[in-house]
């Protein structure tokens, strides 16, 4: 009983850094934001009846909320299908998969992102490579839209889909598919019908981080969307440095936050935070 | 395999397979006749199971044929196989109903809705399941998911079942249960089992012939009193159970059988010592000894000491040492031991010709 107590008092020792360090560099801060929300410029609740009321609040809020669907799609698949080569392939393209899975997170996002302009502008390599071919004679528009922004944050977060799924593909057990070969499943009807939803723990998981992060992106969608396609964290900037709105600004604040809560407490009921990782 | 309703008959000629440098299994040639029930009995690393997952088609073998009532089965994969296939572990998709489960390999054939709803329903009664059929693998007991997995492997009828080590996570009073079970599915449905297993007991107890496999060789095919009762060697001899082994001198044809000198006295067998000649191993099972006051003249026997006695409720087991050191179990009535004890401790051994049989003096 005694080791046992002094083992979480131990533990809460080696935590209570941490747990210090995010009480004052977020908890305590965003309740200053919250503070905002409902004092400024007049103590109420008009900022809130204002994001109601909003247009450009509401089609940004709807605008990221469908650029982060189309992104938690579009990056879980191509994660799942890194994923599988990543664990069941051989030795090589075991090696080649965590390659191309760990070198992104040695590239900053910013790099990233002004990687893609170069590539997607109008007269980036793609365009000009495609006019050259003569494939098409005006530029497409690749860059400075969703399209954009969609690519860069596809490409920004399928690393982190990669280890939720890894941890559900590594838990599996072969013999349950080689169980369906052996019954007569061809192995593209295995994949479907027996990999895919055994992993279906992972894929939940995914989805949620991927999502999670999608909805606070920043500096990508900025970049890559060249002012038109805003996403709501950065209205929340303009509201608080460009415009002086800054009850505006915390009040779409303190909503992404709740709802990102709410969407944990969600992912949380299915997954547990173990096999995320 | 491929004919369903219809047990297989399987034909393997000079099977091998290595695994790098090690050797798994070696040159098995082995029939396995329409309907039967054969064990391949050995211990783990004996290539028992890789010959299971060869029949099955999840191993390529490095040489050899397998045929499969006639037909070169070879390089064909596992699913165009379809050999029933219960895993240890059973290997049951966890997320998918009991009923599900079953069903898979008959929605894999493309079978009616009907067609497999009957099959299914017909299943699940026949390994007494019912009132489980929405339940989830993790929702049942190991003795359930195993019925499961036999459900699931013979609801199409496959022309032969494999059984890998399938009993080996269940405790003893369910591995019974499960094993009568097993013998009476083999019986309804006809089909040909081919079943793993590291128990020697088991082997015995179920099987129409047991392969018996060591270091990747097949040692010996036979029925289950056949391979116990005359072994062709002393790995055979002491993996089916206890055995007594004496040394002897000067064997050579007599008659129907064979005699020899057992601690200078004369013993006769009734198998052929056509490979034994001169020194040999006489090797008794413990059940086939018994102890007397005094050996009959031509009596096989061997006078001994008993050193130690355990008793075991129905009977007593108990340990002699012969006047050359040769050591001896056997398991006599407790009377018996009692007596053997108190008697000043000199007690013959004796055995009946046809129990004894021969091994060659050393090595295997």
Request: hydrophobic letters at 50%; charged letters at 20%.
């Amino acid at each position: 009983m005694r080791s046992y107590l002094s083992d979480r008092m131990g533990a809460a020792l080696l935590m209570a850094p941490l747990l210090l360090f995010l009480v004052l560099a977020y908890a305590w801060p965003f309740f200053g934001v919250v503070k905002w929300s409902f004092t400024l410029p007049t103590p109420g609740l008009g900022q809130y009846e204002a994001l109601l009321t909003d247009d450009l609040v509401q089609s940004v809020f709807i605008r990221t909320l469908r650029i982060a669907a189309v992104v938690t799609v579009v990056s879980v698949a191509a994660a799942y299908a890194i994923t599988v080569v990543w664990v069941r392939g051989t030795r090589a393209q075991r090696l080649i998969a965590e390659f191309c899975i760990l070198v992104p997170f040695w590239i900053s996002v910013l790099t990233r992102a002004f990687g893609w302009v170069a590539l997607l502008s109008n007269r980036g390599l793609i365009n000009s490579w495609l006019q050259a071919i003569g494939f098409i004679s005006e530029p497409l528009a690749l860059v400075r839209n969703e399209f954009g922004v969609i690519v860069g944050m596809t490409h920004f977060l399928i690393p982190f889909a990669v280890f939720p799924l890894a941890s559900a593909m590594r838990s599996l057990d072969d013999r349950v598919l080689l169980a369906a070969r052996g019954l007569g499943s061809s192995r593209m009807r295995t994949f479907w019908t027996v990999f895919v939803p055994m992993t279906r723990s992972g894929i939940i998981g995914a989805a949620m981080i991927v999502f999670v992060f999608s909805l606070g992106f920043f500096v990508t969608p900025a970049i890559l969307g060249g002012g038109r396609s805003v996403m709501i964290a950065e209205l929340i900037y303009l509201r608080i440095f460009q415009s002086p709105d800054w009850g505006l600004g915390a009040a779409i604040s303190v909503v992404l936050v709740l709802f990102v809560g709410a969407l944990m407490a969600l992912l949380f009921r299915y997954v547990r935070p173990k096999q995320l990782i | 395999m491929q004919q369903p309703g219809r047990a297989a008959e399987i034909k393997a000629i000079g099977i091998g397979k290595s695994f790098g440098s090690f050797r798994a299994l070696d040159n098995l040639s082995l029939d396995i006749g329409r309907g039967e029930f054969l064990t391949l009995l050995g211990p783990s690393g004996s290539g028992k199971t890789t010959f299971l997952m060869i029949l099955a088609g999840f191993v390529q073998p490095s040489e050899g044929r397998l045929f499969s009532d006639g037909v070169d089965i070879t390089d064909r994969p596992a699913e165009q196989r379809a050999a029933g296939m219960v895993f240890q572990g059973y290997a049951l998709f966890p997320h998918m109903s009991v009923e599900a489960n079953i069903a898979f390999p008959l929605k894999v054939r493309k079978k009616s809705a009907a067609d497999i709803k009957r099959r299914v329903g017909e299943m699940i009664e026949r390994v007494g399941l019912k009132g489980h059929e929405k339940k989830l693998p993790a929702q049942l007991s190991g003795g359930q998911q195993q019925r499961v997995a036999l459900a699931r492997a013979l609801v199409f009828e496959p022309g032969v079942l494999l059984l890998d080590e399938p009993f080996s996570a269940l405790d003893k009073g369910l591995r019974g249960q499960m094993q009568a079970e097993m013998k009476r599915l083999h019986q309804e449905t006809g089909t040909t089992f081919v079943f793993v297993t590291h128990d020697q007991s088991e082997a015995l107890a179920l099987s129409s012939r047991v392969a018996i496999f060591n270091h990747g060789k097949l040692l010996q095919v036979g029925a289950p009193d056949e391979v116990y009762d005359r072994p062709d060697n002393r790995f055979v001899a002491e993996f089916l159970g206890e055995i007594n082994m004496l040394p002897l001198k000067g064997v050579h044809p007599a008659g129907d059988g064979s005699t020899g000198l057992c601690e200078d006295r004369a013993v006769s067998m009734r198998c052929k010592a056509e490979a034994v000649r001169g020194d040999a191993i006489l090797a008794i099972r413990p059940e086939y000894m018994s102890i007397s006051g005094e050996a009959a003249a031509g009596e096989n026997g061997i006078a001994a000491t008993a050193t130690n006695s355990t008793y075991l409720g129905a009977a007593t087991r108990l340990d002699l040492t012969t006047r050359q050191g040769a050591k001896i179990t056997v398991s006599v009535p407790n009377e018996v031991a009692a007596a053997a004890l108190s008697k000043g401790n000199s007690v013959w051994l004796t055995w009946p010709a046809e129990k004894g049989f021969l091994l060659p003096h050393g090595g295997q």
